[in-house]
């Protein structure tokens, strides 16, 4: 009875850590750019800080440790994004198509492979990545 328990317990533990739902989710690099002519700004969260680029030289980068609660917070979204969709997920608006609005676009490392977004306006994205990106950049506009 012991061994039956026992074989049946480890199977389900080897099943419910094999699914992205219960996975531990901390070993990933986001990154999130926004440009435009005259206008560039890029995000990367990666382990427990953001660091953040405006312009296009390197004297403009900033960093910030981010805290456990907000680590937790991007590791639940990020579980809530299907990562091989991630590029098929449309757009609902073209205003950076006529310079009315920058251009941004996320990219998401994670277990050796990249999964990027189509390119969308700069704080109107996708809404399958709305709540992702709105942390960014509210993580982002934190860093002194």
């Known amino acids: ?17 094999s699914s992205l739902k219960n996975e531990q989710v901390n070993d990933y690099v986001i990154t999130y750019n926004a440009y435009s002519r005259g206008f560039s700004s890029t995000y990367i969260i990666d382990k427990n800080q953001i660091t ?4 296009r030289d390197d004297d403009q980068v900033k960093s910030s440790v981010i ?10 979204i990020l579980k809530s994004i299907n990562l091989s969709q ?5 757009p609902p608006s073209e205003e950076r198509t006529r310079d009315a609005a920058p251009h941004a676009d996320l990219s998401i ?3 050796g492979k990249t999964y990027t977004s189509q390119t969308f306006d700069h704080g109107n994205p996708p809404l399958q990545i709305e709540a992702l990106t709105k942390t960014i950049i509210r993580l982002a506009e934190t860093v002194e």
């Not at 953040?52 to 312009?55: C, F, S």
């Not at 805290?67 to 639940?76: M, T, V």
């Not at 991630?86 to 449309?90: A, E, F, I, K, V």
């Open 67 to 76: 805290s456990s609660a907000e680590r937790k917070k991007l590791d639940l």
């Open 1 to 17: 009875m012991k061994y039956i328990f026992l074989t049946l317990f480890t199977t389900m533990s080897i099943l419910a850590c």
């Open 86 to 90: 991630l590029n098929d997920y449309q």
């Open 109 to 111: 490392q994670f277990k």
């Open 52 to 55: 953040v680029k405006n312009g």
